[in-house]
Each structure stands twice: as structure tokens, then as C-alpha cells.
């Protein structure tokens, strides 16, 4: 509660009439968000096909003791296993406090990033709610899908092919593994992303 009392002048020598009081109630720590850097901001539960190197960000809405902040955060395995070994780093104001793991996570795993609400404020205060969120890494490379599929006739012509990956490759290795039969008569041009290689120069009735 806050109480103005009388007997305040204005600049005209005025008194105010009576005392003035309010009552307001202060709000408790809070995250602003999580990020994975580089990847998303906010992300959804249960995201998937992180990296294996990825480092995670929390932002804060208020200065954080780092001792108690650090002591609630851990990344573990779903399925058991330690807590992901990693280093802290913390802005200059203590607003924004980044994770790096020191060992890369596993492939296909679901883990869960936890911040307990037991993180304390530099001014006090433990956090009004923490961080509850699931997470899967990328999958071991494996062809996820081609267009055409796997013994389709086309109904309908077209000159593209395309193969998609269950995992962000590298680029260099995709060039010469991947022939066609019979080879199309304009070559190989292919593009590519982490995710997959695209062709166009099909023939008809082939």
C-alpha cells in the first residue's frame, strides 16, 4: 500500500485535501522466453530434429542470482541416463542466461529441458512458473520420402524427382552417390539443400 498525506503544496501554495492511498500487489520472476540460437525462438513442446551441438538461451524478465538459476536448469534423456554435462554464460545484466552442452546429445533422443521454479531473482523472489519442455534430436540419415515413390506410374507427366533425408546431410557427400537408371539424356543437374535433392529433366514413358 503507498499513502500520499496531506499537507503536499502545489506551486500556488495550495495543500492537497486529504491523505491519498492505494493498494498494488508486485508480480514474481518470470521468464521471458527459451530460444534455440541460430534455430527458433519460442519453441513448440515436443520440437523436433534439433542438432546435436545445439545450445539453448533462456531470456528473463528481470536480473537472476546465477547460482540458483544454474542449479535448476538441467537437460536430461527421457528414456534415463545423466543430465546433459554443459557450460553456463550469462549476459552482462543477468537477463539472458545461454547453456552449451560439452558433448554433443545423442541421435533420435527426446529429452527434457527443465528450469525449476526455484530460480531465485537477484532482488528476490523465486520464478512465478519455470520451464517444462520435451524436445528430439535429429534421427540417423535415412531416406524419408521420394516423388515419385517407390514403383509409382504417373498419372500425369512430370520432370522432377526429389529425395528427402531424416536429417540435415552434407551437402558434399550427396554429389556422384545418387545415379538415376536409365541416366536422362540431359545429365545430372541436381539442387540441394541439408534436407534433400531436387532434379528436373525426366523423360516421358520412362
Excluded at 43 to 63: A, G, K
Excluded at 162 to 167: L, M, N, P, V
Aim: hydrophobic share 30%; aromatic share 14%.
Amino acid at each position: 500500500q503507498g499513502t500520499v498525506r496531506t499537507g503536499l503544496e502545489d506551486t500556488e501554495g495550495q495543500t492537497l485535501a486529504g491523505d491519498y492511498s492505494w493498494q498494488f500487489t508486485t508480480t514474481s520472476p518470470s521468464i521471458d522466453r527459451l530460444s534455440l540460437p541460430g534455430l527458433y525462438d519460442n519453441p513448440p513442446s515436443s520440437y523436433s530434429d534439433v542438432p546435436l551441438n545445439q545450445s539453448f538461451e533462456v531470456f528473463f524478465r528481470q536480473p537472476m542470482d546465477p547460482g540458483s538459476t544454474e542449479s535448476g536448469f538441467s537437460i536430461l534423456p527421457v528414456n534415463g541416463g545423466s543430465p546433459v554435462s554443459g557450460s553456463y554464460g550469462w549476459s552482462e545484466d543477468f537477463t539472458t542466461l545461454t547453456f552449451t552442452p560439452t558433448v554433443l546429445l545423442k541421435l533420435g533422443t527426446t529429452y527434457n529441458l527443465v528450469l525449476a521454479e526455484s530460480a531465485q531473482a537477484q532482488q528476490g523472489g523465486s520464478l512465478r512458473e519455470g520451464i517444462d519442455w520435451f524436445f528430439t534430436t535429429v534421427r540417423p540419415p535415412a531416406i524419408s520420402g521420394t516423388s515419385p515413390t517407390n514403383g509409382e506410374v504417373q498419372s500425369q507427366f512430370t520432370g522432377s524427382l526429389e529425395i528427402y533425408f531424416t536429417a540435415p546431410m552434407k551437402v558434399s557427400t550427396l554429389k556422384n552417390n545418387v545415379t538415376i537408371t536409365p541416366q536422362p539424356q540431359s545429365g545430372y543437374d541436381w539442387t540441394y539443400t541439408e534436407w534433400g535433392m531436387y532434379y528436373y529433366g525426366l523423360e516421358p514413358s520412362t
